[in-house]
C-alpha cells in the first residue's frame, strides 16, 4: 500500500494545479456557441422542419422528402422551451461570470426537464419515417426496404438519444460535484492507516 501511495503522491505533483475557481469560471466562446447552435436549432425546428428530409432530383427539380413525421411535432414547443430556458441561463453565465449554486441548480432542473423529454421521445411513437418514393428515387442498390430503413434510423435515432441523455446526467453529476462537493480538494488521497 506504500507503494500506491508513492506512485500517487508522484502523478499528482505532475497534475495540472486547478484551484475552486478554475472549476466556476466560465468560458465564453464555449457559451456563445453554444447559443448560436441552439438559436439555429431552435429556428430549424419551428420554422424549417419540413426542409429535414432526403433531397434528390426529380421530373420537376430537386424535391425534399421530410424523416421528421407528425409524431415529432408533439414535441416542438417542449425542445424550444428547454432551449430557450438554456439560453436564458446561458446568457445569465456571461454577465455573471461564474458558476454558483443557483446557476448549477438551474442548469439541474434543465437537464431534468431536457432528460424528460428524451425519455418521452425514446417511449413515444416513431418520429422518423422514409418515404418509399424518395428511397427509390435515389437508386440506392441495397435490398433494404423504405420500411426496413425507417426502422433502421429508429433505432439509430434511440441509440443517439440514449447517448444524449448519459451526457446529460453526467453533465449534471459533475456539476453537482463541482458546486455541491468538491470544497477545495484537487485530487483523491488514499489512506492506508
Known sequence: MQMINLYLAEIGKHLPARNREDLHTIKIAEIALEIIF??????????????????????????????????????IPLLTAANLLSIVLNLFLIRKGSWD?????????????????????????????????????????????AEELTGLMNTGMRILIGFSIFGLVVESIKRVVTDFFNKDRTRLMINTK
Open 101 to 145: 449554486k443557483a446557476t448549477t441548480v438551474a442548469k439541474l432542473a434543465i437537464n431534468v426537464f431536457t432528460i424528460g423529454i428524451s425519455i418521452a421521445i425514446l417511449t413515444g411513437p416513431n418520429i422518423l419515417t422514409l418515404d418509399p418514393s424518395a428511397w427509390n428515387a435515389l437508386n440506392i442498390d441495397v435490398s433494404k426496404t
Open 38 to 75: 441552439t438559436l439555429a436549432f431552435i429556428v430549424l425546428i419551428n420554422f424549417f422542419l419540413d426542409r429535414i428530409g432526403i433531397y434528390y432530383v426529380g421530373k420537376t427539380g430537386w424535391v425534399v422528402s421530410p424523416v421528421l413525421n407528425q409524431n415529432f411535432n408533439r414535441y
